[in-house]
């Protein structure tokens, strides 16, 4: 089997009892499975839930908490117990283990995306297996969303994986609700998420966790979109992470293009904050979108924002105001509007090389 960089997300249904609290039977089974990967060869990254249910009940909580402050404090706790119970599991099959703890603007930050990106590397290169999981104890609007799906499609996105395995309760996806509907089908396959398979997924999924299809599907969109495939399976399926990697699993498979999006493209589609804005005329809209071709001074018809060389800014076509993408400006707006003034038409605005059009 070729060796891989798999990226395994597990969801705090897959880690938990009936009562919330953190199951070691349902743990080892987990890291059992990922410690065979790495004996295989693959370079395994695990993004797990399970901060909270494992602390609630040291802090005298008779049941997962409800109010943010109180689910903060135990993730605060529970965060050192999860990595106590992954590393004793881990130790045993003889492979090093690390916590990462992010939120969402280490990736929105290039320094500290690119940082992130070799000290993965270094873990990844040196056989131990990264344990990543959101900050919860400040990151509120995460916490109380519980978006470990997006911060695994982002890991996964950003470390070129070549699988990104979402375990959760159930077996995939299906048309409908399978335990409401009865004639609802599983779906093996799918081509693309669209905008209408979004709305048509649900809400929250089990009462122990805080995720749902609706957040798995925005997380398979995302990877998908830089070249990661995704694979939705049950954690209640013998075996069902090695499966995944083997094809025998059964669970919903998410085709990714087959080229795999660039690290500086990522960081740029889906995290770095635009600057200002370029509109753009028919000629200019035509040559980004159709003919893949640089973008020139003399296609811009009017600025915004106080951007400075090197800054991401976000281009428009006039009239419309069509978004077309986002890409790097090789100048300030004053140099820019100089460039304009005086014609000098041979220069590059943005080089194609630093673009990701909307349709990429």
Same mark, same amino acid.
């Given at each position: 089997?070729?060796?891989?960089?798999?990226?395994?997300?597990?969801?705090?249904?897959?880690?938990?009892?009936?009562?919330?609290?953190?199951?070691?039977?349902?743990?080892?089974?987990?890291?059992?499975?990922?410690?065979?990967? #790495?004996? !295989?060869?693959?370079?395994?990254?695990?993004?797990?839930?399970?901060?909270?249910?494992?602390?609630?009940?040291?802090?005298?909580?008779?049941?997962?908490?409800?109010?943010?402050?109180?689910?903060?404090?135990?993730?605060?706790?529970?965060?050192?117990?999860? !990595?106590?119970?992954?590393?004793?599991?881990?130790?045993?099959?003889?492979?090093?283990?690390?916590?990462?703890?992010?939120?969402?603007?280490?990736?929105?930050?290039?320094?500290?995306?690119?940082?992130?990106?070799?000290?993965?590397?270094?873990?990844?290169?040196?056989?131990?297996?990264?344990?990543?999981?959101?900050?919860?104890?400040?990151?509120?609007?995460?916490?109380?969303?519980?978006?470990?799906?997006?911060?695994?499609?982002?890991?996964?996105? !950003? !470390?070129?994986?070549?699988?990104?395995?979402?375990?959760?309760?159930?077996?995939?996806?299906?048309?409908?609700?399978?335990?409401?509907?009865?004639?609802?089908?599983?779906?093996?396959?799918?081509?693309?998420?669209?905008?209408?398979?979004?709305?048509?997924?649900?809400?929250?999924?089990?009462?122990?966790?805080?995720?749902?299809?609706?957040?798995?599907?925005?997380?398979?969109?995302?990877?998908?979109?830089?070249?990661?495939?995704?694979?939705?399976?049950?954690?209640?399926?013998?075996?069902?992470?090695?499966?995944?990697?083997?094809?025998?699993?059964?669970?919903?498979?998410?085709?990714?293009?087959?080229?795999?999006?660039?690290?500086?493209?990522?960081?740029?589609?889906?995290?770095?904050?635009?600057?200002?804005?370029?509109?753009?005329?028919?000629?200019?809209?035509?040559?980004?979108?159709?003919?893949?071709?640089?973008?020139?001074?003399?296609?811009?018809?009017?600025?915004?924002?106080?951007?400075?060389?090197?800054?991401?800014?976000?281009?428009?076509?006039?009239?419309?105001?069509?978004?077309?993408?986002?890409?790097?400006?090789?100048?300030?707006?004053?140099?820019?509007?100089?460039?304009? #003034?005086?014609?000098?038409?041979?220069?590059?605005?943005?080089?194609?090389?630093?673009?990701?059009?909307?349709?990429?």
């Amino acid at each position: 089997m070729e060796k891989q960089t798999i990226v395994v997300k597990v969801g705090t249904s897959s880690l938990t009892k009936e009562d919330g609290s953190l199951s070691q039977e349902q743990v080892t089974g987990i890291t059992t499975q990922l410690a065979e990967l #790495c004996h !295989m060869g693959h370079r395994v990254i695990l993004v797990s839930s399970g901060a909270v249910a494992a602390g609630f009940g040291r802090l005298g909580f008779h049941k997962r908490p409800t109010r943010i402050a109180d689910k903060q404090a135990a993730a605060a706790v529970g965060q050192g117990l999860l !990595m106590e119970e992954y590393t004793r599991e881990f130790q045993r099959a003889q492979i090093p283990c690390a916590q990462i703890l992010l939120n969402r603007s280490d990736f929105e930050d290039r320094r500290r995306y690119k940082n992130i990106f070799s000290s993965i590397s270094v873990l990844l290169n040196r056989g131990a297996v990264p344990i990543i999981n959101e900050n919860d104890t400040i990151a509120i609007e995460e916490l109380k969303l519980g978006d470990n799906d997006t911060l695994s499609a982002q890991v996964a996105a !950003m !470390m070129h994986a070549d699988l990104l395995i979402l375990l959760t309760d159930i077996d995939g996806l299906y048309t409908a609700n399978p335990t409401k509907d009865e004639n609802a089908r599983h779906i093996d396959v799918v081509e693309k998420v669209t905008d209408d398979l979004l709305k048509a997924a649900g809400g929250a999924g089990s009462s122990n966790g805080t995720g749902g299809m609706r957040t798995k599907l925005t997380a398979a969109r995302l990877a998908t979109k830089a070249g990661v495939p995704v694979f939705i399976c049950s954690s209640r399926e013998e075996r069902s992470i090695l499966g995944a990697v083997a094809g025998t699993a059964q669970g919903t498979y998410f085709k990714a293009p087959v080229h795999n999006m660039k690290t500086r493209l990522q960081w740029m589609a889906f995290y770095a904050q635009s600057m200002g804005n370029l509109y753009v005329d028919e000629g200019a809209a035509d040559a980004l979108q159709k003919y893949e071709k640089s973008l020139l001074p003399r296609g811009i018809a009017a600025m915004e924002g106080d951007f400075q060389k090197g800054d991401v800014v976000s281009v428009f076509r006039r009239g419309s105001h069509e978004y077309l993408g986002k890409g790097i400006v090789n100048y300030s707006r004053q140099e820019l509007q100089t460039i304009i #003034c005086e014609k000098k038409n041979q220069t590059e605005a943005i080089n194609r090389d630093n673009w990701i059009g909307e349709k990429n």
